[in-house]
Every structure is written in structure tokens, then in C-alpha cells.
């Protein structure tokens, strides 16, 4: 399913997407909820499962979001719209209670936790997060429902995501939330003892190995494809390739048996390649040069720039090559399109005193680096 939370960046021109371990969670928005009606409520609601996906994060699983919907006003006992945390006590008489609200579950399977927010800060108890769960009819898969108040935050939800993943069997067909450990609480074994742990009254974030492990087993992990990463459309990287010398004429101003040793300094976007050869004479076979480096355009206006200089050189003195540059826009896929892909490129003659040559190079795109989608887990890669 997809995730709503997470968007896919703007300026993705392809997502990766792979195996991963997902809890699938549909959000329901009552009436009297503070994000009823609310234009925020998406990054708000959001927000909160980004803090409790952080936490569970290291148990190797993130959560996908399916959907975000605003139930309406029904008539129905106790009304929707008449739903308030304060006149609700989080225990085991919820489920009756909230009967109807734990049955509106619309597009949400037995695999998918529903969560429901309502108006109020806390329940009568004081806390700000409840969990729930009971048998499907038929009996083959338990249903989770978690209610949340106004005040809840990122740690109360990953909380009461807590309850429903230790959700296991302790003989066939009898259920039980009792927290991993160690820490324990004798005296409420469904939460911790240690202040810094998630499964606190008062929510920490720190889990343990075991919690970790159930949480991980917990059949509502399921195996999905995620996407996970993308490639932006900048930067992007090209290859240019220096490939050959043509040579026409030489003229070193010496000897009748011209030959010249030579070198040049091909300069791309900054980067200086050297390219130095002894002997060079006219002929038919080109020399083979044969240096490339890789160069980032990072924003639409970046160019890439060549430029050609060098120097023969020999007992005497040293004399300057012709010289040549070049610079590719975004008007020609930065030289990649000129007329169409794959093309050799080429300096056309270049001609002073010392020689009469043409250099050929290329430019070819080359796969960009890939970036993580932002709030994805990595560590639920299968
Ligand atoms: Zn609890």
C-alpha cells in the first residue's frame, strides 16, 4: 500500500522501490478531534507517526500510512461527534464501549492497524493514547484499533503501537501484550518499569533486544514493496572523454625530419588533464589520448566547459599550441544531444606555426547517485 506521509520528492525523475517490513496504519479523524477539519492535518498527523516510526525504526519496520480520513457525524451510541477523552476510561471495557467507533474501519483489513483520534486531551486516567483488540468474526484475525486524544505525541503513539505488535500467543488462540522486557512490570505486565523505555507509563523512547524481536515477529508485519529511494533530477553527472589527436601537420622549427613532443592541458569545468607525447608526426591513424573525468551539473543553468591548451616543447624553446574551448548547456542535454546521442565530438582544425590538428571527445551521461526518500526507515529493507 502506499505510504500518504511520505511524498515522493519533486524532483524525483525515478523511484526505487524494494521489500521491505511494513505496519499498515489507516487514520481516522472523529468529529470533535482537533485535526478534524483542519488544513494541517495531514502534515500534523504526520508529524507524529515520523517521531513514533524514528523509535520503532530500530526494530526494523516502518509504518505506511494508507489513509487519512475524516469520519462524519453518525448516529450512533456514543455519537461520533459526542466523543470526548475525558468521558472515556482506557481499559478493558473499551471495546464495548467504542463498539461502533471500533467497527468504522472502511478500507482498513485485519492486517492494518485503525487508529482513531478524538477530541480531549486525556482520557479520564490521564493518559493520552489507548490500544485495543479483539477477534474478528470469523475468528482468523485479531483486529487492532488505538485511540488517541488531542495531546498525544509521536512517543504516546509508538506506545500504543508497542501494545499491538507484542500482541502474541501464549497457547493457540489465546492472546496476549504482555511487554518483551527485561523490565517488566510485575504489577502491569504490559508495561515497563525503567523510565527511559518506550513501554513506560510515561512513554521513553528506548527499546529493548526483546522488544525489538517481537515487535519485528508481530504478524502485522507485513512484506511490502516501499519506495525507498530516488534520483533527482540534479545533480546530474557526465562523462567527458578526450579520445584522440588527429594529426595534419607538424613544424617544429627545427630539424627537416619534423617531429614535436608535446603535451596538453585539457581543462573540464575546473578539472586539469594532462596528456603529454613524444614524437608526433603527420599520418593517416590518429593518437590515441584517452583521459576522462566525470563532472556534476548540479542546477539547470550549470554548464560544462572545455578548454584546450598546451605547449610543444623541445630544446630550444617552448612554443604554445593552438588553442580551443567549448561550452555545453542545458540546450544540448550538456552535449550529449548534439545531433543525438551517442555522438564523437570534435575541435574542428586547430592550426598555428608548430601543427595543424583536430582533437575528438565525448560527452555521456552517466547513472546519478541515488538519495534516500526522506523518512524512510532503511534498516525495514528485506
Ligand atoms: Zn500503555
Known amino acids: 500500500m502506499v505510504d500518504i506521509c511520505r511524498e515522493k520528492p519533486k524532483d524525483a525523475i525515478q523511484i526505487n522501490a524494494k521489500k521491505c517490513r511494513v505496519v499498515n496504519l489507516c487514520m481516522y479523524i472523529t468529529p470533535t478531534s482537533t485535526y478534524f477539519h483542519n488544513p494541517h492535518q495531514k502534515e500534523e498527523i504526520c508529524k507524529i507517526v515520523q517521531e513514533a516510526s524514528t523509535i520503532w525504526c530500530d526494530a526494523e519496520i516502518v509504518f505506511n500510512v494508507n489513509r487519512i480520513d475524516e469520519l462524519q457525524h453518525v448516529r450512533t451510541d456514543p455519537p461520533f461527534e459526542k466523543l470526548r477523552a475525558e468521558d472515556i476510561t482506557c481499559n478493558a471495557d473499551i471495546g464495548e464501549r467504542l463498539v461502533n467507533l471500533f467497527n468504522t474501519r472502511p478500507g482498513c483489513d485485519d492486517l492494518t492497524i485503525a487508529v482513531y483520534w478524538i477530541g480531549g486531551n486525556a482520557f479520564q486516567d490521564g493518559s493520552t493514547g489507548c490500544h485495543h483488540f479483539s477477534f474478528s468474526t470469523p475468528k482468523e484475525h485479531l483486529q487492532h484499533s488505538i ?43 504490559i508495561h515497563n518499569k525503567n523510565s527511559d523505555n518506550l513501554m513506560n507509563h510515561i512513554a521513553g523512547t528506548q527499546t529493548t533486544d526483546d522488544q525489538r524481536k517481537v ?11 516501499c519506495d525507498v529511494s530516488f534520483i ?19 613544424d617544429d622549427g627545427l630539424d627537416p625530419d619534423d617531429d614535436l613532443e608535446l603535451r596538453w592541458n585539457f581543462n573540464i569545468n575546473g ?8 614524437q608526433i608526426e603527420d599520418g593517416p591513424v590518429p593518437y590515441h589520448i584517452g583521459v576522462r573525468t566525470v563532472v556534476s551539473v548540479d542546477k539547470e543553468t550549470d554548464v560544462i566547459t572545455i578548454g584546450m591548451s598546451g605547449v610543444e616543447f623541445d630544446e630550444d624553446e617552448n612554443d604554445a599550441l593552438p588553442t580551443f574551448s567549448a561550452t555545453f548547456d ?17 575541435t574542428s582544425i586547430l592550426e598555428n606555426d608548430e601543427i595543424k590538428c583536430e582533437i575528438f571527445f565525448k560527452i555521456t551521461s552517466v547513472a546519478s547517485a541515488e538519495k534516500a526518500i526522506p523518512g524512510f526507515c532503511q534498516t525495514a529493507l528485506v
Open 147 to 189: 485511540v488517541l486524544t488531542d495531546n498525544a505525541n509521536g512517543k504516546v503513539f509508538a506506545h500504543e503501537l508497542g501494545h499491538a505488535l507484542f500482541v502474541r500467543e501464549k497457547t493457540p488462540g489465546d492472546f496476549f501484550n504482555d511487554d518483551p522486557g527485561p523490565g517488566t512490570d510485575p504489577n502491569d505486565p
Open 215 to 225: 515487535a519485528k515477529n508481530s504478524k502485522l508485519v507485513v512484506q511490502e514493496f
Open 232 to 250: 533527482p533530477l540534479f545533480p546530474k553527472r557526465f562523462e567527458v572523454e578526450i579520445l584522440s589527436m588527429g594529426v595534419h601537420e607538424v
Open 271 to 278: 578539472t586539469v588533464l594532462t596528456w603529454e607525447h613524444h
Open 330 to 346: 542545458k540546450t544540448t542535454n550538456w552535449g550529449t544531444n548534439i545531433p543525438t546521442p551517442p555522438v564523437v565530438l570534435s
